[in-house]
């Protein structure tokens, strides 16, 4: 539980710092300020299905110590992606079902900079669906260990197959 009560110039204040429902960005996940009794909040996290919030953060803590299994096996700090920013997506990426090539290129702050692909891409940019990252992290939870590796990284994922590696050609774009 948090209190809501901060020390100030020698006195407590009983005014919230925190307002009750906030959503606050924890790396690669959201979670939301609940009142439990006044003057304390207790932290919710979303769900993995999208569907509305739940007590705890058992999910937001799994997905950034896998996110941060893989930059460290691969010798990198993390570089998370927030809820709030966007990703590039073509069809095939929310249906699953397909392999998904991943790159990611130096972009604008409220971009991810992941680019990701199915066989279904047609090789047009103008055809990627531009969405808030949130709907492939509750479309496609499969892909999350991978999108907090660095510029300049890729990965390729199939029913079969994975595979993570450093291109020096799209880091330095």
């Not at 906030?22 to 304390?40: A, G, N, R």
């Not at 492939?136 to 999108?147: C, H, S, W």
Request: negative net charge.
């Amino acid at each position: 539980m948090l209190h809501t009560s901060a020390k100030r110039s020698g006195q407590y204040s009983t005014k919230p710092t925190i307002k009750a429902e906030q959503t606050i960005s924890y790396h690669s996940w959201i979670l939301k300020f609940t009142v439990s009794q006044e003057p304390y909040y207790d932290l919710w996290e979303a769900e993995d299905s999208g569907n509305g919030y739940t007590e705890g953060l058992d999910i937001a803590v799994s997905i950034i110590r896998s996110q941060d299994e893989v930059c460290d096996n691969l010798g990198r700090t993390p570089w998370y992606p927030l809820f709030s920013q966007k990703i590039a997506i073509s069809q095939g990426v929310y249906e699953g079902g397909y392999a998904v090539n991943a790159v990611r290129y130096p972009s604008e702050e409220y971009m991810t900079s992941w680019y990701l692909t199915t066989d279904l891409y047609d090789g047009n940019v103008q055809s990627l669906m531009v969405v808030h990252y949130y709907h492939v992290a509750f479309n496609r939870p499969d892909l999350l260990k991978y999108l907090a590796l660095p510029f300049g990284f890729r990965f390729y994922v199939s029913a079969t197959e994975i595979e993570v590696w450093y291109d020096d050609n799209v880091a330095n774009i």
